[in-house]
């Protein structure tokens, strides 16, 4: 092997990290999360969903697993972060929230010194990490969404919505420098209103944002979407067919054609890294 292919095996091993935030609460995220996940990793990918509503954190029940343990155990010291993994659909890896830390920020310095050791101990050589916001547009939201590759915005088809989205993709662009962000409209009849809606956006952001924004596709409106949370399964899984897990499908296939940005952003290590320090580098408005 030589050196050039050993540069392009360690460039293809490269976590990229995935960040699903909304600003409103209920449009999607974990949905979307859960789906693009077992998608990719359908695909051969290794991925990893990172629970980051740490207070109210739900994937788990969305996909029908019964963590006993969560990130909490991690950060007392009882459990490695193996031992708290928990295995999804085609074999993703979910990292659940607890109920007993309420954010990151909380937590001292013996709780991140744990949480570092335990993901520079973790040999998971993961392609994805996906990671699940809370609703909202502070805190750890927007301390994930800063460190992550990429950020998807989801947004459904009212006004709140409409409006969060654009508060989250304003705040992260006027106080962080973010420049780029990926809409995913959600809850859609078809793919014209997710245009429309991403004009929306794109209209104003253009006028008052020094931004760019890219649609990454849309996600119909579907029953068997509400089906399959009832039945606590991902819809990719129980109703492949549908319109829905079709559009999961094919948002799969473009995450996987995104170009790697240029920098360390996004690398795992990279994440953690910024995620922990978020204390020191938030404003303190
Ligand atoms: N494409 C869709 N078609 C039909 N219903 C949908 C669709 N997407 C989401 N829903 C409905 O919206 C509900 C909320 O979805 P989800 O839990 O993924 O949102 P969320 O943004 O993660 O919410 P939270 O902000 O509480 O974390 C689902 O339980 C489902 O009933
Ligand atoms: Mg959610």
Known sequence: MDQAEGLRRLHRRATRVIAVASGKGGVGKTNVVANLAISLARSGHRVMVLDADLGLGNIDILLGLAPRYNISHVLSGEKTLRQVLVRGPQDIWVLPASSGVSAMAELDARGR??????????????????VDCAAGIAGDVLTFSRAAQELIVVLSNEPASVADAYALIKVLSTQYGQRRFRLLPNMVRDAREGQALFAKIAGVSDRYLDVSLDLAGSIPLDAALRSAVRAQRAVVESAPDSAAARAFASLAERVQAWPLPDGAGGQLEFFMAQWLQADAAAPSA
């Open 113 to 130: 010194s744990r949480l570092i050791d335990a993901v520079s101990a973790i040999d998971l050589q993961l392609d994805f990490l996906l």
